[in-house]
């Protein structure tokens, strides 16, 4: 089976509550996202992937969905969502939805009717009696919560939720899930988008609800992971709803390693067409996401290294609506904010594989400025915080610890300008705006010809249109403390890029110098033996003989 991307493709994301507020409800909305498709279109990219705008209480934000088949009302309506499928289609952009379907929100319609007693909707979810008056078994849970509920008004029956207890799983033995699924994805399909962004697909199947091997986090998940089950409904999707269409499917994958991931995208066995994996976001962590150490350079070069050269072809990111901002891993000095901006848009644009942009990286947004918990909105945070409570950790630490890694970090509105609230709305804004949006933001960036905006839209264009870029083989030349070195090549073109992964100057070694025409710098004076604070550059090695 072919793979459903062209090698073109590059996604922005949006987190359509933070993105634009057309009516001053304090919430981003589709009419929103319509007003600011020229500005995506100016970036160069040609897709956008849409965090879920389904209806949902909003318990994770849209990720427990209440109504597949209807857009939330504070979004807008279902004719605003087919007028940002048609506009973005005639500015050259398609639309990928998020697809969750490993839960369903406890509002939706099925687990309604589950709860009033009805059998078939009973078997659309994980529900089982306790054992000896304990839990079904001895699983964790993303959000750090017990991930069994009671089941309604019954005395010893739980429902499994692998995420917050308005977010049960489905159970993915039942086929009649699957044809539900189905039908959701065609009504997607047949509304003219290209593809879906399956929300952790590979947990979707459980082999068994035994107990797991105990563990930090997830004990259980080797009963979930990237089952040959999962394999097999995503090949059926594949076979069946994707494959007419011409649709493609990225799968966010927790706990991926190579050769699962090679196994989820392999074109032989039809199922997914790329995945994001976990394992460069994870090079800041010490033992769960929730404790940070400074990040280190030369664990992430290994990283992409071992990705870049295993995978044929992958997602590439560094943020997205679940992680901290990455400037804000890589450095506490602000003022080196538009340098290592520049670096990860040249970066994300000559790694191999599709390059996925989060809104406002493009303009070098950093991590919320949050005082303390009362402004974090984010469910899993206040449930970390509840669990740090239990352990007895004192304020000062946990504090620290939600600053550092809150999802809500990303979250924060996009900044169109130094007007209230950064032009994101009149109204009062669902999460606080970082208040350095007076310096950084949108219109600022479109002012400035030499800034951060302008310099990812040179990498977006350079990617989209270049063979070597798009195409060419990775390999890794150099990992040092400080640079790292990778070539490209393709048809007897080679290019060499050149990253300086620190905020302090690094010495270039000479292997790497004078070694042809520099096609792109982030800094203005070049330095034959040196490589300046976060820069990045990227070279055409001159021919040689081989
Ligand atoms: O995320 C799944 C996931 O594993 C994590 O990235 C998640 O954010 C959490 O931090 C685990 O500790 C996806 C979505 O991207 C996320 O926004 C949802 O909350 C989650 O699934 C549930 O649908």
Request: include cysteine; hydrophobic fraction near 35%; aromatic fraction near 12%.
């Amino acid at each position: 089976m072919p793979h459903n991307y062209r090698k073109d493709t590059i996604v922005y994301q949006i987190y359509p509550r933070s993105f634009m507020d057309s009516d001053g409800d304090g919430v981003g909305d589709l009419k929103g996202i319509i007003s600011r498709l020229d500005y995506i279109a100016s970036l160069g990219v040609n897709t956008i992937w849409l965090s879920p705008v389904y209806k949902s209480p909003n318990d994770d934000n849209g990720y427990d969905i209440a109504d597949y088949k209807a857009i939330q009302p504070e979004f807008g309506t279902m004719e605003d969502f087919d007028r940002l499928v048609a506009e973005a289609r005639a500015r050259g952009i398609g639309i990928v939805m998020d697809l969750v379907i490993n839960h369903t929100s406890d509002e939706h319609e099925w687990f309604q009717k589950a709860l009033a007693g009805d059998e078939r909707y009973k078997n659309y979810y994980i529900i089982r009696k306790g054992k000896d008056g304990k839990l079904p078994n001895n699983w964790g849970n993303f959000f750090a919560e017990c991930p069994w509920t009671k089941f309604g008004d019954s005395e010893d029956e739980y429902y499994l939720h692998l995420f917050s207890k308005k977010q049960p799983d489905l159970n993915w033995h039942n086929l009649q899930v699957l044809e539900e699924v189905k039908d959701i994805m065609r009504f997607w399909l047949d509304k003219g988008v290209v593809g879906f962004r399956c929300d952790v697909i590979n947990v979707i199947f459980k082999n068994s609800l035994a107990d797991g091997k105990p563990r930090p986090i997830l004990t259980g998940s080797e009963h979930y992971l990237s089952t040959d089950g999962c394999h097999e409904i995503l090949r059926i999707l594949r076979r069946e709803v994707l494959e007419p269409y011409g649709a493609f499917a990225v799968g966010e994958t927790v706990f991926v390693d190579v050769p699962k991931a090679r196994d989820l995208t392999d074109p032989e066995r039809g199922e997914l067409d790329m995945v994001f994996a976990f394992e460069h976001m994870e090079c800041d962590q010490v033992i769960v996401k929730w404790f940070k150490t400074p990040l280190k350079p030369k664990k992430l070069m290994a990283c992409l290294s071992k990705w870049q050269t295993e995978m044929d072809w992958n997602a590439c990111y560094f943020e997205n609506h679940d992680q901290p901002r990455f400037i804000s891993r890589f450095t506490d000095s602000e003022g080196l904010r538009e340098e290592c901006s520049k670096l990860m848009a040249g970066l994300l644009m000559t790694l191999r594989g599709t390059p996925y942009i989060y809104e406002g990286q493009e303009i070098g947004m950093i991590n919320g400025d949050f005082a303390s918990l009362d402004e974090i909105r984010d469910i899993e945070s206040h449930n970390v915080n509840a669990m740090a409570k239990s352990l007895r950790l004192p304020e000062k630490v946990r504090w620290s610890m939600i600053q550092k890694t809150s999802r809500d970090n990303a979250r924060t509105p996009m900044q169109w300008s130094s007007e209230a609230n950064g032009g994101f709305t009149t109204g009062e804004p669902w999460l606080k705006v970082n208040s350095n949006y007076t310096q950084v933001n949108v219109a600022r960036e479109e002012r400035e010809p030499k800034g951060i905006l302008a310099f990812w839209k040179r990498m977006i264009a350079l990617r989209r249109t270049d063979p070597v870029l798009m195409d060419g083989s990775f390999r890794s030349v150099y990992e040092g403390e400080q640079i790292y070195a990778y070539e490209r090549c393709l048809e007897g073109r080679r290019y060499l890029v050149l990253c300086n992964l620190t905020g302090k100057k690094a010495p270039l070694p000479q292997s790497l110098r004078d070694l042809g025409r520099i096609l792109v710098c982030s800094y203005e004076k070049i330095f034959p033996s040196t490589l300046k604070p976060f820069e990045f550059r990227l070279v055409e090695v001159e021919r040689t003989e081989e």
